[in-house]
């Protein structure tokens, strides 16, 4: 009882209590853009996915006050978030089909909740641009979505956000090997963890491991290896990964190539070269 209430008294005095909150992204070069510089881009409600967005039904004698509502609706940018990084719909459509990322984020701004609706609102004068833009159809009530609404001053492009962890799809790839090491470096230099995300037995997504316990685990068994002068091909390298890691090789390449200037091997360099040129055939 004592939290609610500081809670609703922080929420009073203007004061976040900082949601943990998640953005589910494919892996480019705007989504080491998020990384870097900790910010997320906002738009205006005609550039989001939904077609029916801010939508509402007015008569033909309230055409002025239907186009007085498209211009407060475009007085405000948008940032979608949702409260989860569970669901899988929202990997399959906002991270690239699970090959993407999931950043899990705090901010400092009123994060608005999501009213799912099953008709839409009829205009009326004390119609707000907000209310419009905070609900949706009950068709998006998957996404479980919270919204940050700033009102535009022309210059609004991002919002500042911090950055808590960084959750990697079920089948990521190292379609580049620039997004891998950037964003393990990103991750290092600023503390982030990252995760691997697996498949329970009751088929739901979890978090599953540090990947920092993984590539330390990885690295071990390459160096019990090496001490048994085992013989190294591409199988050899991919069976350790799979057990140690995950069936993706998204961070394969660049955790090998540390390993080797620690520790020079000529076997495990072939297997790695052969590896990275049947990788790139595929692609």
């Given at each position: 009882m004592y939290f609610k209430i500081i809670k609703k008294k922080r929420r009073q005095m203007g004061q976040n209590p900082k949601n943990k909150l998640y953005k589910f992204r494919a892996l480019n070069k705007y989504t080491l853009d998020i990384l870097e510089k900790n910010r997320l881009y906002v738009s205006?409600?005609?550039?989001?996915?939904?077609?029916?967005?801010?939508?509402?039904?007015?008569?033909?004698?309230q055409e002025k006050l239907s186009d007085k509502m498209r211009e407060e609706k475009l007085e405000y940018k948008i940032c979608s978030l949702s409260t989860t990084n569970k669901e899988p719909l929202l990997w399959a459509h906002y991270a690239d089909n699970f090959k993407g990322i999931c950043i899990k984020v705090q901010t400092n701004y009123n994060e608005e909740n999501i009213d799912y609706v099953s008709k839409q609102t009829f205009l009326n004068n004390s119609t707000s641009a907000k209310k419009l833009l905070t609900q949706k159809t009950f068709h998006w009530k998957y996404e479980k979505e919270k919204r940050v609404l700033i009102k535009d001053n022309k210059n609004s492009k991002y919002i500042d956000i911090e950055i808590i962890a960084i959750y990697c799809g079920l089948?990521?790839?190292?379609?580049?090997?620039?997004?891998?090491?950037k964003l393990l470096n990103i991750a290092r230099e600023k503390k982030i963890k990252v995760y691997q995300t697996e498949i329970s037995e009751k088929l739901n997504i979890i978090n599953g491991k540090d990947i920092k316990i993984l590539e330390n685990?990885?690295?071990?068994?390459?160096?019990?290896?090496?001490?048994?002068?085992?013989?190294?091909?591409?199988e050899t390298l991919k069976n350790i990964y799979r057990k140690e890691v995950?069936?993706?090789?998204?961070?394969?390449?660049?955790?090998?190539?540390?390993?080797?200037?620690e520790t020079s091997n000529a076997d495990l360099s072939n297997s790695l070269n052969s590896f990275i040129s049947k990788n790139n055939r595929k692609q």
């Amino acid at each position: 009882m004592y939290f609610k209430i500081i809670k609703k008294k922080r929420r009073q005095m203007g004061q976040n209590p900082k949601n943990k909150l998640y953005k589910f992204r494919a892996l480019n070069k705007y989504t080491l853009d998020i990384l870097e510089k900790n910010r997320l881009y906002v738009s205006d409600f005609e550039k989001l996915n939904d077609s029916m967005e801010g939508l509402f039904f007015y008569c033909s004698k309230q055409e002025k006050l239907s186009d007085k509502m498209r211009e407060e609706k475009l007085e405000y940018k948008i940032c979608s978030l949702s409260t989860t990084n569970k669901e899988p719909l929202l990997w399959a459509h906002y991270a690239d089909n699970f090959k993407g990322i999931c950043i899990k984020v705090q901010t400092n701004y009123n994060e608005e909740n999501i009213d799912y609706v099953s008709k839409q609102t009829f205009l009326n004068n004390s119609t707000s641009a907000k209310k419009l833009l905070t609900q949706k159809t009950f068709h998006w009530k998957y996404e479980k979505e919270k919204r940050v609404l700033i009102k535009d001053n022309k210059n609004s492009k991002y919002i500042d956000i911090e950055i808590i962890a960084i959750y990697c799809g079920l089948r990521i790839e190292a379609l580049e090997k620039k997004y891998s090491e950037k964003l393990l470096n990103i991750a290092r230099e600023k503390k982030i963890k990252v995760y691997q995300t697996e498949i329970s037995e009751k088929l739901n997504i979890i978090n599953g491991k540090d990947i920092k316990i993984l590539e330390n685990n990885f690295k071990k068994k390459l160096r019990i290896k090496l001490n048994e002068n085992s013989t190294f091909n591409v199988e050899t390298l991919k069976n350790i990964y799979r057990k140690e890691v995950a069936k993706n090789y998204f961070f394969l390449e660049i955790w090998c190539e540390e390993f080797l200037e620690e520790t020079s091997n000529a076997d495990l360099s072939n297997s790695l070269n052969s590896f990275i040129s049947k990788n790139n055939r595929k692609q």
